[in-house]
């Protein structure tokens, strides 16, 4: 992962630009039907279903949650930085980068800040996930 961001930071920097919003291919909606459906299935076995309602709770609870504090977050970082608040609350949602980057480039907002954002916060997770849950291990062990 960090070769391929690496490699597409370079030919970005460069002026090479090889990307550009999706079209009308129907690969993209066909694939997210055929993981909805996935999904489904699997909230579908008995054992599941018993425990789906509380979970699905928790979920959205945790997503109300989580957007929120990015919410609180983009708005005082746009307080500090004089940035539009809708681009600050894009670049800290707890989404995917395309779907920010898109939402930012139909609504005419910041979509590199958004990215920046959006890939260092990427890079954060897949940098720090490993040293963090070492050191949980050595605190639980340690207890």
């Known amino acids: 992962m960090l070769g391929a961001l690496a490699s597409t930071l370079a030919l970005t920097a460069s002026g090479i630009t090889l990307s550009a919003l999706p079209g009308a291919c ?5 694939r997210q039907l055929f993981i909805s ?7 579908h076995a008995r054992a599941s279903r018993a425990r789906a309602p509380r ?5 959205a609870l ?3 949650a989580l957007i929120a504090v990015s919410a609180g977050f983009g ?3 746009a307080s500090v930085t004089g940035l539009h608040p809708a681009t ?4 800290t949602a707890p989404a995917g980068i395309a779907e920010m980057c898109i939402t930012a480039k139909v ?5 590199p800040v958004v990215t920046a954002f959006h890939v260092l916060r990427y890079l954060a997770v897949l940098l720090l996930t490993g040293p963090l849950y ?3 291990l050595q605190r639980l062990a340690g207890e």
Not at 26 to 30: N, Y
Not at 55 to 59: K, T, Y
């Open 134 to 136: 070492r050191a949980e």
């Open 62 to 64: 945790g997503t109300v």
């Open 37 to 43: 459906v996935a999904l489904g299935a699997l909230l």
């Open 75 to 77: 708005a005082l970082l």
């Open 55 to 59: 979970w699905l709770a928790s979920v």
């Open 107 to 111: 609504l005419q907002l910041g979509v």
């Open 88 to 91: 600050r609350v894009l670049a």
């Open 26 to 30: 129907p690969v993209p909606a066909t």
